[in-house]
């Protein structure tokens, strides 16, 4: 089965703070989290539970957050399959990139322990929700972090810049090069972000969301991913006119 041809590829990277206040993020609130940035992903989670103490302000959410993440990084280990593609993809010179919704200090705590193992292998690719092109607003769903990965990044040619924060004209070969761009996805915003950039998604949702149904009777093509797997090690290469894995 062919599903085109890739060029580039991007990546994207129980909540205990509230626990003891006899609260918890179920699994249908944290699926609306998914994707959004820090700050707004915060204050949508907080509007569930409006019976929360006057002291618990979202800077007080963020900051203890914050805390038991630092904790919680080091022991973080790549889903699977990741490794295996980024190495391979990697090796075979394929240009790769990531753009998370995460703050810059929180992709380096989760990072810093995979080192050349894995994160390495971008050789400083890396585009973060607060590195300062970001303008208020504008994250997930919206394109703007993968176009400005593919773009400034990878130096690829898909258009889109204008500095008022709306796409300006896109020309023909630019929407090409566009769909010549995967993103690998966990989240829906960023499922819908990658649509809405013109590049080819695959979606590799927890189990915990499609229990909830999510996602899975969705037909609006700016939500629908090109492929979903249970599995990163799912994937086929060869099937997005990438070069196929090594024989083991």
Request: hydrophobic share 35%.
């Amino acid at each position: 089965m062919s599903r085109g041809k890739i060029e580039y590829v991007l990546f994207d990277m129980d909540d205990k703070v509230l626990a003891e206040y006899g609260k918890e993020m179920t699994w249908d609130i944290k699926a609306g989290l998914m994707g959004k940035p820090e700050r707004d992903a915060a204050l949508h989670l907080l509007s569930f539970f409006p019976d929360l103490p006057s002291h618990f302000t979202i800077e007080h959410y963020l900051s203890s957050r914050r805390t038991l993440q630092d904790t919680l990084w080091p022991t973080v280990r790549p889903l699977p399959g990741t490794s295996r593609l980024i190495h391979h993809l990697h090796k075979h010179k394929i240009p790769i990139a990531v753009a998370t919704s995460s703050q810059r200090r929180n992709f380096l705590m989760k990072s810093a322990h995979l080192g050349e193992e894995l994160f390495g292998k971008f050789e400083g690719r890396v585009m973060c929700a607060d590195d300062g092109w970001l303008g208020e607003g504008r994250g997930k769903p919206e394109p703007d972090i993968f176009l400005h990965a593919a773009r400034v990044l990878l130096g690829r040619d898909v258009g889109g810049e204008n500095g008022n924060g709306k796409e300006g004209e896109v020309s023909d070969g630019q929407r090409e090069e566009r769909a010549k761009g995967l993103v690998f996805e966990d989240a829906i915003p960023g499922v819908q972000a990658g649509k809405r950039a013109g590049m080819k998604v695959v979606w590799v949702p927890d189990s915990n969301l499609l229990e909830l149904g999510i996602g899975n009777d969705n037909d609006n093509p700016l939500d629908k991913p090109d492929l979903q797997i249970n599995s990163v090690e799912e994937f086929v290469p060869e099937e997005w006119g990438l070069p196929p894995y090594d024989a083991e």
